[in-house]
């Protein structure tokens, strides 16, 4: 679906490197530890953002990058009015960023909204979850695919956003079949028609997407962010903090 980003009201706070740098020190001094390369790296994105411009940036290990990215993305956002995505190298970081996120949402006392964002196939869909086990003859499945079907159906009673890697390690690695009926059910672009699709309203993948069209900052990863998803809508977002940036070309091939 097409996102057409509306985040939440810019607040008053005005946007500056000066003044981003105040308030990363003020973070500092809640519990972080003082480095001067990430204060300096913390004043080059905040120039970019509000110069409009690109910027590479080759940080060490130690530099402290994540938050350093961070808090400038969340108060440009915020103060702007306009949402940043943060793309990653793998799904497993996109996951991690959630951690970041909270510590900076701590750090700097500042409401905000994040979204995760991953590729369609990561969501389950469904209308072929309805559809596949209508056609299944449960009297004819063994104990491992019974089993399977009441884990699915339980965690999807709870699961908030439907991504099938949210589910146990231990059940997906102990009972294999999980995987093999999973794959099945994954949303998929090539079949999916909003227009005639009786679940539209409640799919996960369109909740995703509408969260993120308010969200202030936006997580995906390296091949989302390639992916030809955006091909007919073209990509609806501005700002764009790459992480990992190296890995973009092998991504981009792969």
């Given at each position: 679906p097409p996102i057409t980003p509306v985040p939440?009201?810019?607040t008053d706070v005005p946007f500056t490197p000066e003044s981003?740098?105040?308030?990363?020190?003020?973070?500092?001094?809640?519990?972080?530890?003082?480095?001067e390369s990430q204060l300096a790296m913390v004043t080059a994105v905040s120039r970019a953002l509000q110069?409009?411009?690109?910027?590479?940036?080759?940080?060490?290990?130690?530099?402290?990058?994540?938050?350093?990215?961070?808090?400038?993305?969340?108060?440009?956002a915020r103060s702007q009015g306009e949402p940043v995505v943060i793309s990653t190298h793998t799904r497993l970081l996109q996951d991690q960023m959630a951690a970041d996120l909270e510590r900076v949402r701590h750090s700097l006392g500042m409401a905000f909204q994040a979204q995760l964002l991953k590729g369609m196939n990561?969501?389950?869909?469904?209308?072929?979850?309805?559809?596949?086990?209508?056609?299944?003859?449960?009297?004819?499945?063994?104990?491992?695919?019974?089993?399977?079907?009441?884990y699915l159906f339980s965690w999807l009673a709870s699961s908030e956003d439907g991504l099938l890697?949210?589910?146990?390690?231990?059940?997906?690695?102990?009972?294999?079949?999980?995987?093999?009926?999973?794959?099945?059910?994954?949303?998929?672009?090539?079949?999916?028609?909003?227009?005639?699709?009786?679940?539209?309203?409640?799919?996960?993948?369109?909740?995703?997407?509408?969260?993120?069209?308010?969200?202030?900052?936006?997580?995906m990863n390296h091949a989302l962010l390639l992916a030809k998803e955006w091909e007919?809508?073209?990509?609806?977002?501005?700002?764009?903090?790459?992480?990992e940036a190296h890995n973009l070309e092998d991504t981009a091939t792969s």
């Open positions: 939440p009201p810019a981003v740098q105040q308030q990363f020190a003020e973070m500092v001094a809640r519990g972080l530890k003082k480095r110069e409009n411009r690109f910027m590479l940036i080759e940080a060490p290990t130690g530099t402290g990058k994540t938050f350093a990215y961070l808090a400038p993305g969340v108060l440009w990561n969501y389950l869909c469904l209308e072929r979850t309805t559809a596949v086990f209508a056609q299944t003859d449960v009297a004819q499945l063994d104990d491992e695919e019974r089993f399977a079907w009441l890697d949210r589910q146990s390690f231990w059940v997906s690695n102990t009972f294999p079949v999980l995987s093999q009926i999973q794959d099945n059910l994954r949303a998929d672009r090539g079949e999916c028609s909003p227009q005639r699709c009786a679940a539209c309203q409640v799919c996960f993948h369109r909740l995703a997407y509408d969260r993120a069209a308010q969200a202030d900052i936006v997580v007919q809508e073209g990509f609806p977002f501005t700002r764009v903090i790459v992480d």
